[in-house]
């Protein structure tokens, strides 16, 4: 298996409410990261998990919070969001991280009414 | 933090012609150049890379080449056709686990 998942395709919520992102491969990489893409800008970096431990968080707001419960799955639960949190969702990763290619999921698009 | 501009934002060509993407990066210690290719509405896909012990690398009609002094890298596109149409995004990335800091895109735009 050569590709990564993401679930749901969308997702719309309210500011009140609580939901999660998935992302899965079973390529036996080591290195998972979360990206989020406002339209007609580039992907944004906002976490990498290093061998399931958070390495870097670029100072993501905390009504975003990661999770990795083991090397294939990477979770992001969201709550209490704002509308300017709206956008896509994508999910990567890559073996180790050093020097490699990151590949990337199909994303999650996400409204917050 | 690293830094990536890109230029230019919008290139149209003709069918067949070349196309020439530029980006500069700021911190030296980046060593890993990807370039993406994104389709409206889908995944960004990765058409080719380049480390920094390689000046240049080349796969059938896509060509990168890196200049580590001048901390610059290029994507040349040859024999362009309408299915190149879509937007491209150059990054570039430090060691270890980093992730990507992507330039802000190029819409490429191929004319019949």
């Known amino acids: 298996d050569t590709e990564v998942t993401q679930t749901p395709k969308h997702l719309v919520m309210g500011m009140t409410n609580k939901k999660s992102l998935k992302c899965e491969q079973h390529?036996?990489?080591?290195?998972m990261y979360w990206y989020k893409q406002k339209a007609k800008k580039p992907p944004e970096l906002m976490f990498v998990?290093?061998?399931?431990?958070?390495?870097i968080n670029e100072s993501v707001p905390s009504r975003f919070s990661p999770e990795c419960p083991n090397s294939s799955l990477l979770n992001l639960h969201l709550h209490a969001l704002q509308p300017e949190d709206s956008a896509l969702y994508l999910c990567?990763?890559?073996?180790?991280?050093?020097?490699?290619?990151?590949?990337f999921g199909p994303g999650t698009r996400l409204l917050v009414l | 933090g690293e830094n990536v501009e890109q230029h230019p934002s919008t290139l149209s060509v003709q069918e067949g012609d070349s196309a020439v993407i530029k980006c500069t990066y700021s911190?030296?210690?980046?060593?890993?150049f990807p370039w993406y290719k994104q389709e409206l509405g889908k995944r960004p896909q990765l058409i080719i890379d380049?480390?920094?012990?390689?000046g240049e690398k080349k796969d059938q009609r896509i060509a990168v080449t890196l200049n580590k002094t001048a901390k610059h890298f290029s994507l040349h596109i040859t024999e362009t056709q309408p299915e190149d149409s879509a937007v491209y995004f150059c990054?570039?990335?430090?060691?270890?686990?980093?992730?990507?800091?992507f330039g802000k895109g190029t819409h490429l735009i191929i004319q019949p």
């Open positions: 990567a990763s890559s073996h180790s991280g050093w020097q490699e290619t990151q590949y």
């Open positions: 390529m036996g990489h080591r290195a």
């Open positions: 998990y290093s061998y399931e431990k958070l390495s």
């Open positions: 911190d030296s210690a980046s060593n890993y």
């Open positions: 380049i480390r920094s012990n390689v």
């Open positions: 990054a570039a990335s430090g060691g270890g686990a980093d992730g990507l800091t």
